[in-house]
């Protein structure tokens, strides 16, 4: 059975002619009219008319907010320029636009309105193109009811007007608790997590770009990871109706990858060690708080990297994180910086400025080097931590912010504390969640990651080919101990496309301090006889664990040969 909606702007009259005519040749269809005004002046005319031609005036639904979903096609009878509609997406019910002719004031008007809406009637029914509506719109819904992806589709208003089987089985909500629904009321946390386009309705929706993560918590509560990719619908004319969402679940692989140690990057950060899919797993459990956060760690580790990843995988990911070297400015400069300052408030202040806090209101402030900043400097900040409020330099009118914390420091704010150099109270005011990145010596495994993406990264800005490292190079850069972190690697590899014109780069296109302390160590190894080291079996698991089970990487870092290793991994079965 098929379900008509007929409605209007203001030509009532031929609604109901139009109705009564479909009620007339249609056979097991139903009809519904939605009209905007009660037609009683013009009543007795279409009686006469209706009579006249055998027709029965039809039921009129309550000019209330109608469910689109209960119909299979909607016709507007229109008296205006308004433009033709067409569906959106299966879900949504086609609008069919039909112009009648205006309202009429008599029956000559009437009779020629009839003749019209007959003439579309006929058509609609007798040539089959509302079969045709109908089996296109069912045969649309069968093809994305079979997709494994799942697909969400909303209006302007956040009104979700389709939801495929797979999006059932993904999120746990059957559709008839979803359709026509908003999309913030029937999702707890906005379906689209911190990416959400529709969060305001003060402006045009900025879409994402690129697919992206996200973390949704189903019906029976638990969390699943997604992938999200959303698009635009758009109209004959090209404007914006709605989107449309489509999203997989790929809890189960993320979950079997970092059992397997095989995630190679997240969020912009490169690393495959134990260590990295530990802080991969913290970010992501982050996503859904503002909680402070302190990141701790050697100088180019990649701190700053960690601040961002945290800030763009959670709620506040869509408006501004701002970053403060604290370390790089004296008191009187950060404090100005932090909390903005008056016109007049010292020599120089021409004008009024924001401060960076105010400047992250909503979003993230990223404070690095924060062990370095003053004592009188951390009681200021401690209030802005304790309740949100501050005072430009200068000013009097206390300004409120909410604003989330990440700090960062490559001190040990623990000695510190002991040393009076740092506040306790501050401490544990940043200090909710702790972040510690390892240093690149304890991760050398991923040294080869980062070397083919630092490549690949120059190649791309500097257009050039890419080059490969010789396994000899390799075990230089394996063996290094990078007292500069990730960033001396990252140098290093700049130094190499400059020096190397070849396809490879091998040990002697590399910067003489690398050669010069792999000379101190041969040197060092051949005035002490070398000791033959004891391999435990816990020894040999984390020197696995370090090079991702690659053996002879392994067995350079105990300091064995590759047969060694060998004999004590067939001695010792079941153990790794």
């Known amino acids: 059975m098929t379900t008509v909606l007929f409605s209007s702007n203001s030509s009532n009259g031929a609604v ?47 000019n209330t907010e109608i469910d689109l979903f209960a119909y299979d096609l909607v016709v507007f009878l229109a008296d205006d320029n308004t433009g033709h509609c067409y569906p959106l997406l299966p879900g949504m019910p086609p609008v069919l636009t039909w112009r009648c002719g205006d309202a009429a004031d008599n029956d000559a008007d009437y009779r020629q309105i009839l003749k019209a809406v007959q003439t579309k009637v006929d058509a609609l029914l007798g040539q089959g193109y509302l079969a045709t509506l109908v089996q296109v719109q069912q045969n649309s819904a069968m093809i994305l009811d079979n997709l494994q992806e799942g697909i969400i589709a909303h209006d302007l208003n956040r009104r979700i007007f389709f939801f495929n089987k797979a999006a059932e089985q993904i999120t746990g909500y059957h559709r008839e608790q979803v359709l026509g629904e908003d999309c913030h009321l029937v999702f707890p946390g906005n379906f689209c997590g911190s990416k959400c386009s529709f969060c305001s309705n003060d402006c045009a929706p900025l879409l994402p770009g690129k697919p992206y993560p996200l973390v949704f918590t189903t019906s029976d509560g638990e969390e699943r990871q997604l992938e999200m990719s959303i698009t635009g619908i758009n109209d004959a004319a090209g404007k914006v109706q709605g989107v449309v969402a489509s999203f997989r679940d790929f809890s189960r692989e993320l979950a079997l990858a970092e059992r397997l140690g095989e995630i190679e990057q997240f969020a912009g950060i490169i690393g495959r060690a134990p260590k990295m899919q530990e802080i991969y797993q913290t970010i992501r459990e982050l996503t859904d708080s503002k909680v402070p956060v302190l990141i701790s760690g050697e100088s180019g580790t990649g701190k700053e990297l960690v601040a961002a990843a945290i800030h763009n995988e959670g709620l506040r990911g869509t408006n501004l994180l701002v970053p403060v070297n604290c370390g790089a400015l004296p008191e009187n400069l950060l404090e100005s910086e932090l909390f903005g300052h008056v016109r007049g408030a010292f020599t120089g202040a021409v004008r009024d400025k924001k401060g960076r806090f105010e400047l992250a209101d909503g979003g993230t402030i990223f404070l690095d080097e924060i062990g370095d900043i003053s004592l009188a400097m951390q009681v200021k900040l401690l209030r802005v931590l304790q309740n949100g409020t501050f005072q430009r330099v200068g000013g009097e009118e206390t300004i409120r912010v909410d604003v989330r914390v990440i700090s960062a420091t490559n001190k040990n704010l623990r000695e510190e504390i002991e040393a009076g150099r740092f506040r306790e109270d501050l401490f544990y005011r940043l200090c909710v969640v702790p972040v510690v990145i390892p240093p690149l010596r304890e991760r050398r495994s991923d040294i080869p990651l980062l070397a083919h993406h630092f490549i690949k990264q120059i190649a791309a800005e500097e257009g050039r080919d890419e080059l490969r490292l010789s396994p000899e ?13 990730i960033r001396e690697l990252q140098n290093v590899i700049r130094y190499l496309m400059v020096r190397c014109r070849e396809d490879v780069a091998r040990p002697q296109h590399l910067p003489d301090n690398l050669l010069a302390g792999l000379t101190a160590r041969s040197a060092a190894a051949a005035v002490s006889p070398r000791k033959r080291k004891k391999l435990t079996v816990a020894s040999v698991r984390q020197s696995l664990a370090e090079t991702g089970n690659n053996r002879l990487q392994a067995a350079k870092l105990l300091g064995v040969g590759r047969a060694t290793l060998y004999r004590f991994l067939n001695a010792n079965p079941g153990k790794f």
Request: proline share 5%; glycine share 4%.
């Open 473 to 485: 190079a390799m075990d230089i850069l394996l063996t290094h101990a990078w007292p500069g972190n």
């Open 16 to 62: 109901l002619l139009a109705a009564a005519i479909f009620n007339d040749l249609a056979s097991g269809e139903e009809v519904a009219v939605a009209a905007v005004r009660q037609p009683v002046a013009e009543r007795n005319n279409l009686l006469k008319i209706m009579a006249a031609n055998g027709l029965v005036w039809p039921e009129i639904e309550a």
